[in-house]
């Protein structure tokens, strides 16, 4: 394979284990079986998660297999990397539920047709206790301990159950059964992958060339991309709320969301990182060019336009958006009084999802009426005065009361 064959699949990478390994399996001339395991633990695929899967696409568009392992019994062990302490089970039902609702997702990415889609319940749960003492016996709890979180966690004297400890072998074996020739992961896997080689060697398979992707850090800037911290862009999201969540990214990581997120490309990466630090490109312009490239990756060409038209009618022009959410109100929503208390307003419209986090909007000033700041949590508003008033909340959500 050529030197720009090789760049255009390691593109972004962080690290590949061994150096050259990749090279070596790619001259035996074969399809290889590349490998990615992701957990349903939450409902949405996100960008973060986005940037393996589009390596994996690579891969799959130069001629080889995607096998993307759908991990059903591993979400139910739970991944404890990165973790500072132990994180709760989710139920097979949990499992099942997330599972459903990623699939779909997964195609927006890769191509589901070509790809092999593995479920490790498939052969995690045969296991009898045999087999499980088999996998304990390849590692050594020194050797778990080398790991950054277990070794953070267990000096600060915070407890590591043996589930977790069985975690890393359990996605190692998830290998074996694929016979993967190539695992893709984030940084935070590399552990996790190379239990997976250890554990190939010891069934008699050649090791698997560990290839990590960089963690995409969320809308915070600071902590990795995650559901949990609501800190994400989800892939499925309507492209208006994926570019203006887009253009609240500090301006430290324009360059690297255009590398992981885009098809821009790295060959144009140094000059946008070179531009934006000594100032011949405008921040602004350059999260604008990336997040219209976004946009247009999962909508469709065009979409980033007419998001970015959307976005400025709301916050260069301080007008609504053209397409409002109607919404009816309940006919019980009055009080005694014959007023609506505004916080159980934004619950009835879909703007909060209780009254508590409906009072911390008003107090932090997230809500308006028409354009007009509304400030006190207590205020009672009267049904008629609402009438086809537009009720926003934060810089991208709307509702219009018409009853």
């Not at 570019?243 to 060959?267: H, N, R, V, W």
Request: with cysteine; hydrophobic share 45%; aromatic share 4%.
């Amino acid at each position: 394979m050529s030197a720009d064959a090789l760049r255009i699949l390691t593109a972004g990478a962080a690290e590949i284990v061994p150096e050259g390994g990749l090279a070596d399996k790619l001259a035996l001339g074969r399809p290889l079986r590349v490998k990615l395991g992701l957990d349903p633990t939450a409902p949405a695929v996100t960008l973060g998660w986005a940037v393996v899967l589009r390596t994996l696409r690579r891969f799959q568009d130069a001629g080889h297999t995607a096998v993307l392992i759908v991990g059903d019994f591993t979400a139910r062990v739970g991944d404890p990397s990165g973790k500072s302490e132990t994180r709760p089970r989710l139920t097979k039902q949990e499992v099942d539920g997330y599972a459903a609702h990623l699939l779909e997702q997964f195609g927006k990415v890769i191509d589901l047709q070509r790809a092999e889609i593995r479920h490790n319940a498939e052969w995690l749960e045969p296991l009898g206790m045999d087999d499980v003492l088999r996998l304990t016996a390849t590692t050594t709890v020194a050797r778990m301990l080398e790991r950054d979180d277990f070794a953070g966690r267990f000096g600060a004297g915070q407890p590591i159950s043996l589930m977790e400890f069985l975690y890393p072998l359990l996605q190692g074996y998830d290998s074996v059964a694929v016979q993967a020739d190539v695992e893709l992961g984030g940084t935070d896997q590399l552990f996790n992958l190379l239990v997976g080689r250890d554990l190939q060697r010891a069934h008699g398979q050649d090791p698997q060339v560990a290839l990590t992707m960089p963690l995409l850090e969320g809308l915070d800037g600071v902590q990795k991309m995650s559901q949990s911290l609501g800190n994400y862009v989800g892939i499925a999201e309507a492209p208006e709320e994926m570019f203006g969540k887009l253009m609240s990214i500090p301006d430290g990581l324009i360059a690297k969301y255009e590398l992981l997120c885009t098809d821009l490309g790295s060959q144009d990466h140094p000059a946008v990182v070179q531009g934006l630090a000594d100032g011949s490109i405008h921040p602004n312009e350059e999260k604008r060019r990336m997040a219209r490239a976004v946009v247009d990756l999962y909508h469709g060409a065009g979409a980033g336009a007419a998001a970015e038209q959307a976005f400025d009618r709301v916050f260069k022009d301080h007008r609504a958006p053209e397409v409002v959410a109607d919404v009816e109100l309940p006919a019980d929503l009055e009080g005694d009084d014959g007023t609506i208390w505004l916080p159980r307003l934004l619950v009835a419209v879909g703007l909060a999802a209780g009254t508590s986090e409906a009072r911390r909007l008003v107090e932090q000033g997230a809500v308006r009426l028409d354009g007009q700041g509304l400030a006190d949590p207590n205020a009672e508003l009267r049904r008629a005065d609402l009438q086809g008033k537009v009720v926003q909340v934060g810089r991208r959500r709307f509702a219009r009361i018409t009853g």
